[in-house]
């Protein structure tokens, strides 16, 4: 079945230091590729999405480009903050899905000062 | 403009036991869609509703049930609960069955079977 692998946590970077957070998957077709942060005491926030091959996703710094070839989305920040401190889950959906959401197991990301 | 709200924020059940969950649909959306996120992993998907009906399921046995109300709002419930079902369950809005990047998230329900 279709499912998403994301690197494993926790990551801990110091402020101003450039973030990868590797994400793969497995599906048939063609899927959309999202990145959702979370928040400590929030709900999920989509941050960036990606609906074809070679699409880049951006958003608040972070960015993703949609690899088919290496079936990756890999999330990336060149500069990151003590307030980007947060879960990052790596999401597929297929578009004769009806908008259901597979997740990855989440990075936990902490910035230091 | 309301977000999606969820009640309550926690829950303490014991095995055996059913409980209820609640969720609020930001407004202007009227599918909700649940998720239940155990401690340390990605949420999965349990099911979706849309016009009051069931339109997808997960993976999740039938004690898991919902319903959707003529006002969107939406209710999770779990019959004969087990200590696995301990998780934090998510709400997610959207308008119609779109794609996933108009799905709006609650902030969770945490339920915690003894």
């Known amino acids: 079945g279709d499912s998403v692998t994301q690197m494993e946590g926790p990551v801990t970077l110091s402020e101003e230091a450039f973030l990868t957070i590797n994400c793969t998957y497995t599906?048939?077709?063609?899927?959309?590729l999202f990145w959702y942060v979370q928040y400590p005491g929030e709900g999920l926030q989509l941050l960036l999405k990606a609906t074809k091959a070679d699409d880049k996703g951006s958003n608040k710094g972070f960015e993703a480009t949609y690899r088919k070839e290496t079936t990756s989305f890999h999330l990336e920040k060149g500069s990151v903050q003590v307030s980007d401190s947060a879960v990052y889950f790596c999401?597929?959906?297929?578009?004769?899905?009806?908008?259901?959401?597979?997740f990855g197991q989440g990075t936990e990301l902490s910035v230091k000062p | 403009d309301a977000g999606v709200t969820q009640s309550p924020t926690h829950l303490i059940k014991t095995r055996g036991q059913q409980v209820t969950l609640r969720c609020s649909p930001k407004?202007?959306?009227?599918?909700v869609s649940w998720y239940q996120q155990a401690l340390g992993q990605g949420p999965q998907f349990i099911f979706q509703y849309y016009e009051e009906e069931e339109r997808q399921r997960g993976n999740f046995p039938d004690r898991f049930s919902g319903h959707q109300f003529p006002n969107y709002s939406s209710e999770l419930n779990v019959n004969a609960l087990l200590l696995g079902d301990s998780a934090l369950y998510l709400c997610?809005?959207?308008?119609?069955?779109?794609?996933?990047?108009?799905?709006?998230f609650g902030p969770g329900t945490r339920l915690t079977v003894l």
């Open positions: 997610a809005s959207s308008l119609g069955l779109a794609s996933p990047d108009t799905q709006y």
């Open positions: 407004s202007g959306h009227d599918t």
């Open positions: 599906a048939t077709g063609y899927p959309s």
């Open positions: 999401a597929l959906s297929k578009n004769n899905q009806g908008g259901k959401l597979i």
